[in-house]
């Protein structure tokens, strides 16, 4: 339903989005155990994470074409001998220059909850976690010059030749200082939600709260481009944690029997979380070069808007605040809107549409089935397309006794 739920939001997975709705249970409903809730959404149009191994291959050609060049082949075959140094040079230079300003990115989470609601105070608990990554490039212009230097010149071609043959393969790759990154953060929360409805001048209202612990775990592999490997990222000399407390609180009224609106805020306490500081050496110069980032978590207020029937549901969500993530990365602020068609007690078709105000992050159409046979077991499926190759799909499980 693009992403929305503020105000639409079942009372099970009330406690992921507005903890507010929780206490909106009906007299008959039961213990709700969601096991587990999952979804995930990648954005990579050029197929970065490919390309940049591509390279570092590349890169490797390079190095090897380098590695066998011998006195006795520029003396006996010298043509042939630097027309295949000048050709690697050229694939290499073109490949970073296709590569430059090109980013990748992908969102992932999962969640558990286990609510109980009652007609006094309706509690939730819950553990979920949130996964941000992005892959990225910086490529140096003269990279590409020194490439297309040896490509074009066979003179210099020649006279790096000889340095390589005299102090090996790294007196030449080390002229490249372009460099690759993928930075990544998971941050878990583990909670306990409180609800409770009120009634304020005749307006249904309802509040609730949830105070969690939060860890984090943030990756920040940044590397010279002929060492990007990208399965390095998780090593541990990449990787820091974190460890604090946050809160999330919500919202919602009832205007008749049909109209719902709501307000949630998620993580309402700021916190910075710097990455590991991770440093290159530039192999021409000797200069060290820091690469460091700061994952933000930020207040995220979102307002929301519902009308419903029992076959009918439309909705629509609306975020007051930005959404940050690494200092490095450009905001994001999102509004959706959304329908379910309940046609059958134990069938909900949905659709929606999400899209970024600032134009940051691709805009996306949404679609999904629920089943609930028996009104037990509850199956909700997802799927989403939209810009740059943006592709998502998601999953959820619920049991209510």
Known sequence: ?????????????????????????????????????????????DNLRDQIDDISNEIDN???????????????????????????AGDLATQMDDLRGKTARGNAGAGIAVSVPTSAVSLAFVTKAYAHAVASSSIDQNDIDY??????????????AGMAVLNGSDEITNNLNSTASGRAAVVSDYGVAIARKFDIGGVPVSLGVTPKLQQTWLYNYTTSIDNYHSNDWK????????????????IAADFG???????????????DIDTKDVRITNGETGVVTNYKDTYQI?????????WHTDLLTLSADGDLTETKGFKSEDNSQYVGVGAEVTPLSWLAVRAGYR??????????????????????????????YGQNETWGAGAQLTLTF
């Open 355 to 384: 899209a970024d105000m600032k134009g940051n992050d691709s805009n996306v159409f949404t679609a999904g089935v629920g089943f609930a046979p028996l009104n037990t077991v509850h199956v909700d499926l997802t799927g989403l």
């Open 147 to 160: 490439l297309r230097h040896i490509q074009n010149s066979t003179a210099f071609a020649a006279s790096q």
């Open 62 to 88: 390079y190095r090897s074409v380098l590695d066998n060049i011998t006195p006795a082949q520029i003396l006996t075959n010298p043509t042939a001998t630097l027309n295949q140094f000048q050709n690697a």
């Open 257 to 271: 029997d049909n109209w719902t609106v709501g307000l949630s805020g998620q993580n309402l306490m700021s916190r």
């Open 235 to 250: 090593k541990s000399k990449y990787r820091n944690d974190d460890t604090g407390f946050n809160v999330d609180a919500g």
């Open 298 to 306: 930020r207040p995220l207020v979102t307002a929301g808007v519902a």
């Open 1 to 45: 339903m693009g992403g929305t739920g503020v105000a639409s939001a079942n009372y099970g997975s009330a406690v992921f989005i507005n903890p507010a709705l929780l206490a909106k249970s009906k007299a008959d409903d039961d213990v709700s155990v969601v096991i587990p809730s999952v979804g995930a959404q990648i954005t990579d149009k």
